[in-house]
């Protein structure tokens, strides 16, 4: 079936740098897309999303960019911090309440 | 705060009993949903509930069911545990009323199947 993957499974980054994770979806239906953040022995949190009517958002000291023409989604995390280290889930959805989700990409912070 | 709970935390079990995990949410989401994460891996849809008296089936439905008797609550039932339901499950709800696509998810329970 039509789902949602990523590029990288794990991601290391120098503490301070940006940090960039990206998404490729398959699904052209899917209209609203979200960036989960799971952190160890925790529940996925919310970070961003952003609806297929825009091409980018931004939050606080993160950024979603969409390109629906070639179905990448990416989430960019600046001046990244050691608190930043955790599981980041790319998730879709088609209108029916349900989300398809990504595998993950683990980001780790070096010193 | 409106929140999302889950428990127990953590179950241990044998094969063959019944289990029954505990998800109540204050948020008074319409949508509720039960997802399965092994090791290293993303999310697996198990059941889903639009509301009060509906079920539906996800993806890995098999092993599993739930009931939604009001707004608050949907507990997940594994009718007969078997090792390979060892897993995190996380119970999530979402607001139909406001788009409903925004999932919030509990804290999660580790189940372990001996």
């Known amino acids: 079936g039509e789902s949602v993957g990523l590029h990288l499974p794990t991601l290391s980054v120098q503490e301070g740098d940006n940090s960039i994770i990206n998404c490729a979806y398959s699904n052209s239906a899917s209209d609203y897309f979200i960036w989960y953040k799971q952190e160890s022995g925790k529940g996925p949190q919310f970070i961003i999303d952003i609806r297929s009517n825009m091409d980018k958002r931004q939050g606080q000291r993160v950024t979603v960019l969409l390109n629906k023409t070639v179905k990448h989604l990416s989430l960019q995390i600046a001046a990244t911090q050691p608190g930043d280290s955790a599981v980041y889930f790319c998730a879709e959805s088609a209108s029916n309440y349900q989300l398809i989700w990504g595998a993950g990409t683990k980001l780790i912070i070096k010193p | 705060d409106a929140e999302i709970t889950q428990s127990p935390r953590h179950k241990i079990t044998e094969t063959g009993r019944q289990v029954t995990l505990a998800c109540h949410q204050t948020?008074?989401?319409?949508?509720m949903f039960w997802y399965r994460q092994d090791l290293g891996h993303g999310l697996r849809l198990i059941h889903y509930?639009?509301?009060?008296?509906?079920?539906n089936k996800g993806e890995v439905s098999d092993g599993y069911s739930v009931s939604r008797s009001n707004t608050e609550d949907l507990p997940l039932t594994l009718e007969s545990a078997a090792s390979s339901q060892t897993s995190v499950y996380f119970c999530?709800?979402?607001?139909?009323?406001?788009?409903?696509?925004?999932?919030?998810f509990g804290p999660g329970t580790r189940l372990t199947v001996l």
């Open positions: 999530a709800s979402s607001d139909r009323d406001r788009g409903g696509d925004t999932q919030y």
């Open positions: 948020w008074n989401h319409n949508n």
């Open positions: 509930s639009y509301g009060v008296q509906d079920t």
